[in-house]
Every structure is written in structure tokens, then in C-alpha cells.
């Protein structure tokens, strides 16, 4: 699977930004996708995942704010970014799992990665 995330950019606070993840292969639907993000200076942290069947999970600092999506007839998964806080600029991963059963957040346990996309929050 090859993973290709795009979306990023220079936004204000406050703003919004959607993320996608376009995977090619046919497989696309068998596998549990998520968002992680890397600050500067920082290890790359969770953000978001969705199982197979659409359950969604979501770390604690992005709840209330950022919601994941996928389209399994596109073969793409979105991370959609509302009110974005100069805390939330970091390199933007996307990436696929083969073997979890639900939704992870465990880093691990993902197969495949895309390049990243930048987003970048100013105050």
C-alpha cells in the first residue's frame, strides 16, 4: 500500500484545515487507518484512527476539535482540523494497519506510512 497525505498548510488560529490520505491498491477497506503527527523538537504522537467499520478514536488534545473520516470507495482518509491552536503545527502522517482488530493508536502496529504534509498554526 502506498500512501500518499496532502492538504497541509499555513493557517491562523482558530481556523480549519482538512487533511487527506489517498492509498492505492484495492485493498483499502481491509485496513484500520490513522493520523499521527510530529512537532519540532518531539517524537511523533498519536492523533486519530478509524476501524474497518468507521469506529473512531481520538487522542485526548484533539477531541472536540479534529474528526477522521474515510471513504473506502476513494481509498482515502480524511482528518478534518476545526479551531487549530498554534499547538496543534507538526508534520502530519498517515498510515495503515493490517493487523489490529478495531482502531490503534499504537505507532507499531502500522505497515505502511505516508510522506507527511506540514501544517502550521500561527498565532
Known amino acids: 500500500v502506498q500512501l500518499q497525505a496532502s492538504g497541509g498548510g499555513l493557517v491562523q488560529a482558530g481556523g480549519s484545515l482538512r487533511l487527506s490520505c489517498a492509498a492505492s491498491?484495492?485493498?483499502?477497506?481491509?485496513?484500520?487507518m490513522g493520523w499521527f503527527r510530529q512537532a519540532p523538537g518531539k517524537e511523533r504522537e498519536f492523533v486519530a484512527s478509524?476501524?474497518?467499520?468507521?469506529?473512531?478514536d481520538l487522542a485526548g488534545s484533539v477531541k472536540g476539535r479534529f474528526t477522521i473520516a474515510r471513504d473506502n470507495a476513494k481509498n482515502t482518509v480524511y482528518l478534518q482540523m476545526n479551531s487549530l491552536k498554534p499547538g496543534d503545527t507538526a508534520v502530519y502522517y498517515c498510515?495503515?494497519?493490517?493487523?489490529?482488530?478495531?482502531?490503534?493508536?499504537?505507532?507499531?502496529?502500522?505497515?505502511?506510512w505516508g510522506q507527511g504534509t506540514l501544517v502550521t498554526v500561527s498565532s
Open positions: 478509524i476501524s474497518r467499520r468507521d469506529s473512531t
Open positions: 498510515a495503515a494497519a493490517s493487523k489490529p482488530a478495531y482502531f490503534s493508536a499504537i505507532e507499531a502496529e502500522y505497515d505502511y
Open positions: 491498491g484495492r485493498t483499502f477497506s481491509s485496513y484500520v
